[in-house]
């Protein structure tokens, strides 16, 4: 199946079927998807943590405001972003970066020098916008992917991030909760939109084209 078609077979899953769990395998390879997204600088200022354990699901249901598809789903995948930017976090990714390519020590200097400049005058507030966008880059490319695997998921933003993040010791890893995404397989004959016509803006009121 290609890409499009993919897109179209999945949905916002509202049920799943709690008897079904994923293969390790497959969650692997929807984690890897996140983790090839290209994010800004490639710095990859976002972490995902991925929960099956079922106790701990079903704590989150009441901070993601009672929805219950967070503990029946096979996965839940949580979309964490640095809480802000740090000379020793953009210095990290690049020292990566420059041993992985075989560069010579310092390659990069100028050029982290230059978003220091930028990210360490913002406020912890902007720092924290930014990076959180770059975990949307991730979610969709996680959700592709699991429609490629013929797996269901569903994007959330509805839930309490603050209390999500206490749960989880977010903050001392520095990092904040963004987005969750549950993955499993729908329970068909009880989710009410999984025969709903998928319905989105018509080609032409979407996409502008300027030649």
Known sequence: MSLLDNLKWRYATKKYDKTKKVSE??????????????????????????????????????????????ADCSHLLVFAAWD?????????????????????EGHFNDYTNRLKSVYLQQSPEENFAHTARQAYIG?????????????DSTPMEGFNNA????????????????LLLPVGYRDAANDWLVNMKKVRNAEAHFATYIK
Request: charged fraction near 20%; hydrophobic fraction near 45%; charge should be negative.
């Open 25 to 70: 395998e497959d969650v692997a390879r929807i984690v890897e998807a996140a983790r090839l997204a290209p994010t800004s600088s490639g710095m990859q200022q976002f972490r995902v943590l991925v929960i099956s354990n079922q106790e701990l699901k079903e704590q989150i249901v009441p901070i993601a405001s009672g929805q219950q598809i967070v």
């Open 139 to 151: 979610l969709g490319l996680a959700i592709a992917a699991a429609a490629e695997l013929k797996l």
């Open 163 to 178: 209390a999500l993040d206490d749960l989880l010791g977010l903050q001392a890893q520095g990092l904040k909760s963004v």
């Open 84 to 104: 802000k930017y740090t000379e020793e976090r953009i210095d990290n990714i690049y020292q990566v970066t420059t041993t992985e390519r075989g560069l010579n």
